[in-house]
């Protein structure tokens, strides 16, 4: 078991930053690979980017490819987000995911294994 809180949403204007923190407590952390996640305003839950346990590969969508970084420290059972020039579409609430498995695909929310609560990122124009 593993227990997942995000922190570091809020309001920002286009063109700005936010770093997301995403806490883990419970089973070591670095078992598990994790997943950022984002639910725009009465859209489906998407992918946004993954990292593995050790943190040396990373994968993202396309469309924050260039602008956000996802991180691990697993001595802080922490993974972070990093979101720079942050635009209008990029409102939504984010949530980080943890799986177990190596083997599926990490932007298919089915595939994890614990949620956190989300973040309510805004960004006005």
């Known amino acids: 078991q593993v227990q997942l809180v995000e922190s570091g949403g809020g309001l920002v204007q286009a063109g700005g930053s936010l770093r997301l923190s995403c806490a883990a407590s419970?089973?070591?952390?670095?078992?598990?690979?994790v997943g950022w996640f984002r639910q725009p305003p009465g859209k489906e839950r998407e992918f946004v980017a993954a990292?593995?346990?050790?943190?040396?590969?990373?994968s993202y969508a396309d469309f924050v490819k260039g602008r956000f970084t996802i991180s691990r420290d697993n001595a802080k059972n922490t993974v972070y987000l990093q979101m720079n020039n942050l635009q209008p579409e990029d409102t939504a609430v984010y949530y980080c995911?943890?799986?177990?498995?190596?083997?599926?695909?990490?932007?298919?929310?089915?595939?994890?294994?614990?949620w956190g609560q989300g973040t309510q990122v805004t960004v006005s124009s």
């Open positions: 995911a943890a799986k177990l498995s190596l083997l599926l695909d990490s932007v298919v929310p089915g595939h994890y294994d614990y």
């Open positions: 990292i593995s346990r050790s943190g040396g590969s990373t």
């Open positions: 419970g089973r070591p952390f670095s078992s598990y690979r």
